[in-house]
């Protein structure tokens, strides 16, 4: 069952309630900077506080994937303290409902610091016929 159209309807009339009935009872939201979860309950409050009118304004919102068992949501969001966030949130989904999601996030504010944007690391390439990565083989 595709529930995004659902859940942007929901995100855009700020409407914490219609958002909390995509959520299993089970529901956990796993918070980006501190790896703690949260429950369905507390996700339906922490959304109705930060949805409250005038914080925050969608800049862009939209669904990069979705089948019946995952759907990955892309957004940009200005908040009336002038912070800007980019959110990559990957929604895992059982029965039509969402049972579990994780969220990376962006700093994308004027003063972010320059290096709060991860660095590119460089790769290199095996010399060719040098076999497998040791640590990579299988047993």
């Known amino acids: 069952m595709l529930i995004y159209t659902e859940m942007e309807a929901a995100m855009r009339t700020d ?6 009935a995509l959520l299993a009872e089970n529901f956990e939201y796993v918070r980006h ?22 914080n925050r304004t969608i ?7 979705e089948n019946d068992d ?6 940009t969001l200005s908040f009336a303290s002038g912070s800007r966030e980019g959110a ?4 895992h989904k059982r029965d039509g409902l969402i049972v579990r999601a994780e969220s990376g996030v962006s700093d ?3 003063g972010a610091r320059p290096g709060s944007v991860p660095q590119r690391i460089p790769t290199h390439s095996a010399a060719p016929g040098s076999g497998p990565i040791p640590h990579e083989t299988s047993i």
């Open 33 to 54: 900077k501190s790896q703690d979860t949260i429950g369905r309950e507390a996700m339906r409050n922490l959304l109705t506080k930060v949805w409250r009118p005038g």
């Open 59 to 65: 800049e862009d919102l939209r669904c990069l994937y």
């Open 88 to 91: 990559m949130i990957v929604h």
């Open 108 to 110: 994308l504010s004027d």
């Open 70 to 75: 995952i759907l990955v949501v892309h957004t």
């Open 15 to 20: 409407d914490a309630d219609r958002y909390a």
